[in-house]
């Protein structure tokens, strides 16, 4: 059975206080990780600004070739510098949630 790969979300919670930074995020924050993680089997990424009444502002989803790929990518060094460049667009801790793709379409 093939795969049809990872998708990580990570969300950014829509707290009193916080500061999000969305171009250093899209020009500096994301070009970082797919230059760290592109070599481990990223595939692409996206980022999806979110609704007012939401509880999160920023959803990105990340896509890795299998969970092996991104179990590689964030254990290689290059991860503790994107996990240190966070403070530099935000000041909240996103959540993290990663699963495997079981279904895909393109429409």
């Known amino acids: 059975m093939s795969s049809n790969g990872t998708q990580v979300f990570v969300l950014y919670p829509r707290q009193e206080g916080v500061t999000f930074d969305e ?3 899209l020009e500096t924050h994301m070009p970082l990780c797919a230059k760290h993680w592109g070599p481990h089997g990223l ?3 996206s980022v999806t600004k979110l609704s007012d ?3 999160y ?3 990105t989803t990340i896509v890795f070739e299998s969970a092996e790929a991104f179990g ?3 254990t290689d060094p290059g991860t503790a510098e994107i996990q240190g460049d966070v403070p530099k667009f935000t000041n909240v801790q996103p959540t993290l949630i990663q699963g495997g793709i079981i279904a895909k379409s393109t429409l």
Request: glycine letters at 0%; zero cysteines; hydrophobic letters at 35%.
């Open 23 to 25: 171009k250093y995020y």
């Open 43 to 45: 595939k692409s990424w």
């Open 53 to 55: 009444d939401s509880p």
């Open 57 to 59: 502002i920023i959803s």
């Open 72 to 74: 590689k990518a964030i």
